[in-house]
């Protein structure tokens, strides 16, 4: 099964409940997408995040923090 194929599950983000410089990791094989939807769900909540690509247990994905 090729990347495109793969069906992603609803995220369901933790804004209201983080603090500044607390963080969250979503594995996924679409980054870019993934970085899109993390970006315009946190403008909606009025905060700031950062995303990097990160790699956590052998799982490529989003590592997000709060910065404001």
């Known amino acids: 099964m090729e990347a495109n194929q793969l069906i992603e599950p609803e995220w369901l983000f933790p804004f ?5 410089g607390e963080s969250f990791f979503i594995p996924t094989l679409r980054l870019a997408e993934m970085m899109y939807i993390i970006d ?9 995040v950062k995303s990097y690509v990160s790699v ?5 994905g989003i590592r ?5």
């Open 40 to 48: 315009t769900s946190a403008k909606r909540a009025k905060i700031r």
């Open 16 to 20: 209201e409940y983080m603090s500044v």
């Open 64 to 68: 997000t923090w709060r910065v404001s």
């Open 56 to 60: 956590k247990d052998d799982h490529i």
